[in-house]
């Protein structure tokens, strides 16, 4: 005989099987969870851990929610073209309540995965997102926060030629309901080129020496042999000049548009050499001239943007972070300009990468 096939003898020790065989226990001295119908409710209903109440005294919370929320957006960037991107999320309120253990973090990510992928993104869509966050936490929260993280393509022209090219600019957006009301900040980078001013001044000194070696004091000059020498050994050196960053983030004004692409105008055009995208040789030498008409140290490259910010009239305050990735040191030169923003003043109040 198999195991399968062996009897199995009852249990000795089953209780439910001896009160159903001597009928010694009664319907009401039986627990809740006997009855089949009672079992199924608690089934069905599940638990809410978040919501425990806690015994006064604890804190509370200052910001609780999801960061980096994976989501589909719509953005305009100014063009008239809204594009779908692939965006991270942040989605917090505060907890202001000591006694609750914790919010409804679903609401949130549901509130913002009907809103944000719905219509480009704006100022009223968000500030009505984040008074959609306070209503499903009205008795738990009353300020409100949300950041998008994303990549957009903007389409930019050489500098000479007719061709056209993409970049993909680093964009956030972040914005705040609270008791001061309703805050919006854009950010993005600027990618361009700077030529040290002093390593320039340097390499056209070196290339007057070369020039009174080659051509003495006194002897007589000739058009035509100065303009082949300029163009064989009237380099005697060249700056050193490098990949530049700048990091910019503005607080708009409440009626102003999310416009990234009339930012980045303003601030590439106050740079003049911004990385570039389709190149030909005409394309180059316009950098390379533009290179040469525009060498800056970044405290240089810092007042240009702070005077082409204060110029718009949709920029309420701004702040932003220079970042010159040194070719000639192994360190960067870094310098910080701002208006009407808070932090304190300290160069590393904007992040590294970050707008």
């Not at 200052?62 to 929320?69: E, F, K, L, P």
């Not at 994303?150 to 022209?157: A, S």
């Not at 190149?279 to 240089?300: G, H, I, L, Y």
């Amino acid at each position: 005989m198999t195991s399968a096939d062996a009897p199995v003898a009852p249990s000795l020790s089953d209780p439910l099987d001896s009160a159903r065989d001597g009928h010694h226990a009664t319907e009401s001295a039986r627990p809740a969870w006997h009855h089949a119908e009672n079992f199924r409710d608690a089934a069905i209903v599940a638990p809410d851990v978040a919501a425990e109440t806690l015994p006064l005294g604890d804190d509370a919370i200052d910001w609780v929610g999801m960061q980096a929320i994976e989501m589909p957006i719509l953005f305009d960037a100014g063009d008239g073209h809204p594009q779908r991107c692939h965006a991270r999320v942040d989605a917090f309120v505060n907890l202001m309540r000591p006694d609750q253990r914790g919010i409804h973090m679903s609401r949130l990510y549901l509130l913002a995965n009907q809103h944000l992928g719905a219509a480009p993104i704006d100022a009223g869509m968000l500030e009505s997102l984040l008074r959609a966050f306070l209503r499903s936490h009205h008795d738990l929260a009353d300020r409100a926060r949300i950041g998008i993280r994303f990549e957009h393509l903007v389409r930019r022209k050489a500098l000479r030629s007719d061709h056209h090219g993409w970049r993909a600019y680093p964009v956030s957006i972040d914005a705040v309901l609270s008791g001061d009301g309703f805050q919006l900040e854009l950010g993005t980078q600027v990618v361009y080129s700077s030529t040290c001013p002093a390593s320039a001044a340097l390499s056209r000194q070196l290339v007057q020496q070369r020039f009174a070696v080659d051509f003495r004091a006194g002897e007589p000059l000739s058009h035509a042999a100065v303009l082949a020498w300029l163009g064989t050994r009237g380099m005697a050196a060249t700056p050193h000049a490098q990949r530049s960053v700048a990091y910019v983030r503005v607080r708009c004004l409440r009626v102003a548009p999310l416009n990234l692409i009339a930012l980045l105008d303003r601030v590439e055009g106050s740079l003049r050499t911004a990385v570039q995208t389709a190149v030909k040789r005409e394309d180059e030498q316009a950098f390379a001239q533009a290179n040469a008409e525009n060498t800056m140290f970044c405290e240089d490259a810092a007042r240009r943007i702070r005077r082409a910010l204060e110029a718009d009239d949709g920029i309420a305050a701004f702040r932003v972070r220079v970042e010159h990735q040194e070719s000639l040191h192994p360190h960067d030169a870094v310098a910080q300009v701002s208006r009407n923003f808070p932090g304190n003043g300290h160069a590393m109040d904007i992040d590294h990468g970050s707008a």
